[in-house]
């Protein structure tokens, strides 16, 4: 009778116990926070990272992402190299510099799988094929890369630097090239000059640099440190990414207007063109990897000695 009144007695206890767990109130972890550093200010070239924070799709992944604008565009490759950043967009060709340099980067997803780098005259200008760049004056912003892929361009059709005039105009490509400061711009974006040409009631000529001997690769990629690369979060990420990709292609108007009330400073015919220009470019698997083409990008860059031996 006794040992039953214990066996009662420890019942009763456990569930006391088991209530009073059930009450208590359960631990929730927080989001885990990534910050992003961009490559530029955020425009259109960024529609899917917009699209997912929108959705909310890294939310859903247990996700709170920051983006950051840069102060300039080489910033994410020092950001992420010194840990003071999650992850950073960039373009392929320098982050091969900078890895190649020894910075701890790693490739980890693809934002616009395609080059939007170009070279652009007017219509009617005579300027038609490259060996027209003969004695022209030629306006660039500013890199080396952009530069070196001159010159590698130039010389499918026989010319040199030395048969042009280069010309550093910085950032007013568009305008140098409609008030006939220049006769051609490169390092233009083919997503938004010539929109900006279109609205100004001229027509473009582009040119563009993988049809002259430049391999094609990935316009903007997201890096991390090497010591993040396999970050669990980092795949969450990219999953989030994929995610806002498909809704923007399949509502690429709804997240256009989304984007305008989020950034009305954006609001205007020429960021709703270069939003529509870009739907084709962007990567549709982020996390795919494309070895072929960032195999053949670090050989260019190699014979064009802007890498060290240091393997990339």
């Given amino acids: ?129 490259i060996k027209d760049f003969k004695g022209k004056r030629i306006g660039y912003a500013s890199g080396s890369v952009e530069g070196v892929m001159l010159t590698a361009v130039l010389k499918q059709a026989g010319l040199t630097p030395k048969d042009v005039e280069l010309m550093n105009i910085h950032y007013n490509l568009t305008q140098a090239l409609l008030t006939h400061q220049v006769d051609i711009i490169t390092g233009a974006m083919r997503n938004f000059e010539p929109n900006e040409i279109l609205q100004a009631g001229q027509k473009p000529k582009l040119f563009y640099a993988e049809e002259y001997g430049i391999p094609s690769y990935e316009e903007l990629i997201f890096v991390s440190n090497v010591k993040q690369a396999e970050d669990p979060a980092v795949k969450r990420f990219k999953e989030a990414l994929q995610e806002g990709t498909i809704y923007l292609i399949n509502h690429p108007e709804e997240s256009w207007q989304a984007f305008a009330k989020a950034y009305p400073e954006l ?32 050989q260019f860059l190699k014979e064009q000695g802007l890498l060290n031996n240091k393997p990339v």
């Fill in 267 to 298: 609001n205007n015919e020429i960021n709703h063109r270069a939003w529509l220009s870009t739907l084709p470019r962007f990567a549709r698997r982020p996390a795919a990897f494309d070895a072929q083409g960032y195999a053949n990008m670090k």
């Fill in 1 to 129: 009778m006794k040992v039953n009144q214990k066996r009662w007695t420890l019942s009763l206890i456990l569930i006391g116990l088991s209530i009073s767990l059930m009450a208590m109130p359960t631990k929730v972890n927080s989001p885990r926070h990534l910050t992003v550093i961009l490559d530029w200010f955020m425009n259109p070239d960024h529609a899917p990272l917009f699209v997912a924070q929108w959705q909310g799709f890294f939310k859903a992944q247990d996700l709170e992402v920051d983006f950051v604008t840069p102060a300039d565009p080489s910033d994410p490759l020092k950001w992420v190299a010194a840990g003071k950043a999650d992850l950073g967009v960039t373009y392929e060709p320098r982050y091969l510099i900078a890895k190649a340099q020894g910075l701890p980067l790693t490739w980890v997803a693809t934002l616009i799988a395609t080059p939007l780098n170009c070279m652009i005259s007017l219509q009617g200008s005579g300027i038609n094929q």
